[in-house]
């Protein structure tokens, strides 16, 4: 059974970057055909998308976001990063991790969700 | 981007009843060469993170119980539950991915009358 678990600090300070990794097991993060994807949820409120990428290096990430957002991938471990940079009050959330089925070379729904990670911007 | 809005915000069905949830896309995301629209459900309980429910609009997503079924085609589709259960009660949201600019519905909420 495919597991993903976020992990990084839940307390990040503004202006800073937000750095989480998340940690895929049950499967292979190189596999053919899967995306790997990042998605947020402010408390209380409703999803938001931040970006996905291929084990590869192809790479996809909201508009609104693309200027802060990296995502990036270690096949040698099974995990994929995600960074946000000049992080303000805005940016505290669940970040959510997850696997992504690729049809035509696009990520599409998702099917696998990690558990979420609280992420609070604040001095 | 495509804008994706549901309606309505929230509702309370009784046990065993049905329960319909609306979605709608500013831009129809049916792609003709397959048939297909590229929308997707998701069911989240409280503390939980959201699990698919269907996708290409109308596949069920395996060990989905047959009460939910999605319908629908280019901008508006349906999201429906057949005969609530207490266990069906989440937040319910639609998601557009004919592009890679994935945008989620705001959410719907279903209660037990």
């Known amino acids: 059974q495919l597991q993903l678990q976020e992990s990084g600090p839940g307390l990040v300070k503004p202006s800073e970057t937000l750095s989480l990794t998340c940690t895929v097991s049950?499967?292979?993060?190189?596999?053919?055909?899967?995306?790997w994807g990042w998605i947020r949820q402010p408390p209380g409120k409703g999803l938001e998308w931040i970006g996905s990428m291929y084990y590869s290096g192809s790479t996809y990430s909201s508009p609104s976001l693309r200027s802060r957002v990296a995502i990036s991938v270690d096949t040698s471990k099974n995990q994929f990063s995600l960074k946000l940079s000049s992080v303000t009050a805005a940016d505290s959330a669940v970040y959510f991790c997850?696997?992504?089925?690729?049809?035509?070379?696009?990520?599409?729904?998702?099917?696998?969700w990690g558990q979420g990670t609280l992420v609070t911007v604040s001095s | 981007d495509s804008v994706m809005t549901q309606s309505p915000d929230s509702l309370a069905v009784s046990l065993g009843e049905r329960a319909t949830i609306n979605c709608k896309s500013s831009?129809?995301?049916?792609?003709?060469?397959?048939?297909?629209?590229?929308l997707a459900w998701y069911q989240q309980k409280p503390g939980q993170p959201p699990k698919l429910l269907i996708y290409w609009a109308s596949t069920r997503e395996s060990g989905v119980p047959d009460r939910f079924s999605g319908g629908g085609s280019g901008t508006d589709f349906t999201l429906t539950i057949s005969s609530l259960q207490a266990e069906d009660v989440a937040v319910y949201y639609c998601q557009q991915y004919y592009t890679p600019q994935f945008t989620f519905g705001p959410g719907t909420k279903v209660d037990i009358k």
């Open positions: 997850g696997r992504q089925q690729g049809d035509n070379g696009w990520p599409r729904w998702v099917d696998y």
């Open positions: 049950g499967g292979s993060i190189s596999s053919s055909n899967y995306y």
């Open positions: 831009q129809s995301v049916f792609h003709s060469p397959n048939n297909k629209n590229y």
